[in-house]
């Protein structure tokens, strides 16, 4: 099945969960000089014009980046949160007006030194033709074809650190567990891997298949970070939260990630919380 479009949704609560922590992720990868390989398994488009047809339909953005966006200057004084929006500012053709949201490919290649690499897989041919399209630099390479497959065939990496973002749509509920595997197959090849994987938190809680078989799959140092827009009730209806998993975390992710999502959670929701802890221990 591949009706999924991220344009209907760009911009919205679990963009701004999720890109976060890549940023943060990103920022410490790159404090030290050797050399890393990103790896995207679901990139979409790369650039979200909020204008377009689709992202207008549902202006998901509207309880997502825009709250963000018009209090930025009293967020500024938040290191990651401070940082994320000051890098949001490069994306847009006019610095002052949000016009644009930028997917995770360009969160990942926004920094790009001459020594990294980058690969974007996307399975769905629109989406693809969209991201090639894209006006992408430095060592990027754009894949049409199953990101999970993908990117346990291409393991290991040359680069001596590697990057793994893991986002489907989870349209099917087999994808629950095919990423487990995944992420359990990627670091049988590359141990050390820094691997995030985002998931929905929906009434039905299909998101625990993934998080017990990841966890039986005997995987250490997995920390996991959820953000809930709603708490779950009988009334919730589609996605009331965003969750992330992230094996072999950076030091002091936790932290700067509790520190911004708390600045985050009031802007766009009163009901709005956070919490990270271990899901698997050292």
Same mark, same amino acid.
């Given at each position: 099945?591949?009706?999924?479009?991220?344009?209907?949704?760009?911009?919205?609560?679990?963009?701004?969960?999720?890109?976060?922590?890549?940023?943060?992720?990103?920022?410490?990868?790159?404090?030290?000089?050797?050399?890393?390989?990103?790896?995207?398994?679901?990139?979409?488009?790369?650039?979200?014009?909020?204008?377009?047809?689709?992202?207008?339909?549902?202006?998901?953005?509207?309880?997502?980046?825009?709250?963000?966006?018009?209090?930025?200057?009293?967020?500024?004084?938040?290191?990651?949160?401070?940082? #994320?929006l000051a890098a949001l500012v490069e994306a847009q053709p006019e610095p002052r007006r949000l016009s644009h949201y930028p997917g995770s490919p360009w969160w990942?290649?926004?920094?790009?030194?001459?020594?990294?690499?980058?690969?974007?897989?996307?399975?769905?041919?629109?989406?693809?033709?969209?991201?090639?399209?894209?006006?992408?630099? /430095?060592?990027?390479?754009?894949?049409?074809?199953?990101?999970?497959? /993908?990117?346990?065939?291409?393991?290991?990496?040359?680069?001596?650190?590697?990057?793994?973002?893991?986002?489907?749509?989870?349209?099917?509920?087999?994808?629950?567990?095919?990423?487990?595997?995944?992420?359990?197959?990627?670091?049988?090849?590359?141990?050390?891997?820094?691997?995030?994987? #985002?998931?929905?938190?929906?009434?039905?809680?299909?998101?625990?298949?993934?998080?017990?078989?990841?966890?039986?799959? /005997?995987?250490?140092?997995?920390?996991?970070?959820?953000?809930?827009?709603?708490?779950?009730?009988?009334?919730?209806? /589609?996605?009331?939260?965003?969750?992330?998993?992230?094996?072999?975390?950076?030091?002091?992710?936790?932290?700067?990630?509790?520190?911004?999502?708390?600045?985050?959670?009031?802007?766009?929701?009163?009901?709005?919380?956070?919490?990270?802890?271990?899901?698997?221990?050292?």
């Amino acid at each position: 099945m591949l009706s999924y479009q991220h344009a209907y949704h760009a911009g919205n609560f679990a963009d701004v969960h999720k890109h976060l922590t890549l940023h943060g992720v990103i920022d410490h990868l790159l404090r030290k000089e050797s050399p890393v390989t990103f790896i995207d398994t679901h990139a979409g488009r790369g650039l979200y014009p909020l204008a377009a047809e689709e992202t207008s339909r549902l202006h998901e953005y509207r309880q997502g980046v825009l709250p963000l966006w018009e209090e930025r200057e009293s967020l500024m004084d938040e290191a990651l949160l401070g940082d #994320w929006l000051a890098a949001l500012v490069e994306a847009q053709p006019e610095p002052r007006r949000l016009s644009h949201y930028p997917g995770s490919p360009w969160w990942m290649g926004r920094r790009l030194r001459s020594r990294d690499r980058q690969l974007l897989f996307e399975l769905h041919p629109g989406e693809h033709a969209h991201l090639a399209g894209q006006p992408l630099e /430095g060592d990027i390479r754009t894949i049409h074809g199953d990101g999970l497959k /993908g990117l346990v065939d291409r393991l290991p990496v040359k680069t001596p650190r590697l990057c793994v973002l893991i986002d489907p749509s989870y349209e099917r509920k087999q994808e629950y567990v095919e990423v487990a595997q995944a992420v359990l197959a990627t670091l049988h090849k590359a141990r050390h891997a820094v691997v995030l994987v #985002w998931y929905p938190l929906l009434p039905a809680g299909r998101h625990h298949e993934l998080l017990d078989a990841v966890k039986a799959g /005997g995987v250490r140092k997995v920390w996991r970070s959820e953000f809930r827009l709603q708490a779950p009730g009988h009334e919730a209806r /589609g996605m009331f939260g965003s969750g992330m998993l992230v094996v072999n975390p950076p030091w002091g992710l936790d932290q700067r990630l509790a520190a911004a999502m708390g600045r985050v959670a009031p802007l766009l929701s009163g009901a709005a919380s956070y919490r990270g802890d271990w899901w698997v221990g050292e």
